[in-house]
């Protein structure tokens, strides 16, 4: 199957401060990335649809200044929590699909963000 | 209103036993259903996926899945576990206009007794 990579798999910032996930297709196109951030022992929680060269569309009590997202490329999405605080300490997973009707996307191996 | 529902929080059985994970959904196109398993700490595997045909999907891992439309469900069953089956395991939904986004159950989490 394809395979997305996620990059960093963990990190720990300081709270104030802002960090950048990146997720990779390695081996496809990606017209369509997904975010997603899961909460302890509860299931996905979809945050932002973003689509190369365009906008991302945010799902309902997201913060779009708080977490910057850019699919500059068809291989490369980026999340970004800015001034990240301890309440955005979770676990964010990404997904990366290709092509109209293809309805299976592909799931990175997710970061865990701890704030302090 | 679309959703999906795994009315079990948590399940445990003994090594070598058989296993079923239940699904319900409720979806108003055509439904595209997968199951995806997370171990912890880690990102998430598929499992299996059901888009059409035959209703009994063979997955990876020795796992399988029923598709019955009358019933709204999606079941995924193992004949024998392994206590490397331990994870938590989602049920998810989709359709061809949705572009990929999935609606996901709450999760089932394995516990393996030796």
């Known amino acids: 199957g394809a395979v997305v990579s996620q990059h960093p798999s963990r990190v720990i910032c300081k709270s104030g401060t802002s960090v950048k996930i990146e997720c990779r297709s390695l081996d496809f196109q990606a017209t369509t990335m997904f975010w997603y951030r899961q909460f302890p022992k509860q299931s996905l929680m979809l945050m932002a649809t973003s689509n190369e060269g365009s906008k991302a569309t945010y799902e309902q009590g997201v913060e779009k200044d708080k977490f910057l997202i850019n699919h500059a490329s068809l291989t490369l999405s980026t999340l970004t929590v800015t001034s990240a605080h301890p309440e955005d300490s979770s676990f964010y997973i990404c997904?990366?699909?290709w092509g109209q009707g293809n309805t299976e996307a592909f799931f990175g191996q997710g970061t865990r963000l701890t704030v302090v | 209103a679309q959703s999906v529902t795994q009315p079990d929080i948590h399940i445990t059985v003994s090594e070598g036993a058989s296993l079923e994970l239940r699904c319900n959904y409720s979806y108003g196109a055509t439904p595209y259903l997968f199951w995806y398993v997370q171990s912890p700490g880690q990102g998430l595997q598929l499992l299996l996926k059901y888009f059409s045909g035959d209703t009994l999907v063979q997955g990876i891992k020795g796992f399988e899945a029923e598709f019955k439309r009358s019933q709204s469900s999606f079941n995924l069953r193992k004949p024998s576990v392994h206590w490397s089956d331990a994870a938590e395991y989602f049920c998810a939904v989709g359709g061809v206009r949705s572009n990929y986004q999935l609606i996901w159950g709450a999760g089932t989490k394995l516990i393996i007794k030796p």
């Open positions: 997904s990366a699909g």
